[in-house]
């Protein structure tokens, strides 16, 4: 069966409303907790109504069938776990930006210096790999001979090729 996590930003980083939620401990610090929160982003299911997007937890142990958690997410930074991880298993979401890197003389990894950002194609019903400075379309089982470093959200510079 597929894996279906979704991941967004919070609309509102406040973390005493994250932390009513039980996403944040009850120091107000953003530690994750048990994957839901990274300091970021929210990880969890994906509700759309009209124009709100949430991400929520799972069903509570109840008997009302209550939801774990319930965040409001802004709607351009919602990305679908792609079902893989990176070179260093990190799990790869859409918006994540890779490069492509080669075993260098020392041992060390040495970048190419070409990134690109992890996208869904409708037309053909894949995960690919899509950049400007890529020599052509890198398809997902290829995603674990590349290394995470980003993400469209808060590196978009990254993306462009400029250097932090």
Not at 22 to 32: F, H, K, R
Not at 40 to 60: M, P, Q, T, W
Not at 90 to 100: A, I, N
Request: hydrophobic content about 30%; overall charge negative.
């Amino acid at each position: 069966m597929r894996t279906f996590k979704f991941r967004a930003k919070p609309k509102s980083i406040m973390f005493e409303n994250l932390d009513d939620e039980g996403i944040v401990d009850s120091d107000n610090e953003a530690t994750l907790k048990a994957g839901k929160y990274d300091g970021s982003f929210v990880y969890g299911n994906l509700i759309v109504d009209k124009d709100e997007c949430f991400i929520v937890g799972s069903i509570a142990d109840d008997d009302y069938g209550s939801l774990e958690y319930w965040i409001p997410v802004i709607p351009e930074t919602v990305g679908q776990y792609c079902e893989k991880n990176d070179l260093d298993g990190y799990e790869l979401y859409e918006g994540d930006l890779l490069s492509d890197y080669k075993l260098g003389e020392g041992r060390g990894l040495i970048g190419y210096g070409r990134v690109g950002e992890v996208t869904f194609n409708t037309r053909h019903g894949w995960w690919e790999l899509y950049g400007s400075n890529l020599p052509s379309v890198m398809y997902c089982s290829n995603f674990n001979l590349l290394r995470k470093i980003g993400n469209i959200h808060d590196n978009p510079e990254l993306l462009k090729g400029e250097k932090e």
